[in-house]
């Protein structure tokens, strides 16, 4: 297991930007492809970016394509999504996990886009 702890959500108006951001606690964090994934109430889960632990390849879902870049910092256990123009369908619940995902979920950082 490794803890995770998501932080940068807010209320945003459409076309503006968050950066959000994930602590993993452990030292394995560097060993896992990293992901960044949203849930809408009564809807499943997805998975929004991702990339691995070499920052060679990263993945997007095509509604966040061009407009979101996944990073990370392996020597401060942190990943990022930054996201930019921001859409009222973006509004959902973000969280970090490994890619697959662990069991253990952390609270997460509410995103909301509305004007």
């Known amino acids: 297991q490794v803890p995770l702890v998501e932080s940068g959500g807010g209320l945003v108006q459409p076309g503006g930007s968050l950066r959000l951001s994930c602590v993993a606690s452990g030292s394995i964090f560097n060993i896992y492809t990293m992901g960044w994934y949203r849930q809408v109430l009564g809807k499943q889960r997805e998975l929004v970016a991702s990339?691995?632990?070499?920052?060679?390849?990263?993945y997007y879902v095509d509604s966040v394509k061009g407009r979101f870049t996944i990073s990370r910092d392996n020597a401060k256990n942190t990943v990022y999504l930054q996201m930019n123009s921001l859409k009222p369908e973006d509004t959902a619940v973000y969280h970090c996990n490994l890619v697959p995902y662990s069991p253990t979920w952390g609270q997460g950082t509410q995103v909301t886009v509305s004007s």
């Open positions: 990339i691995t632990r070499t920052e060679i390849t990263e």
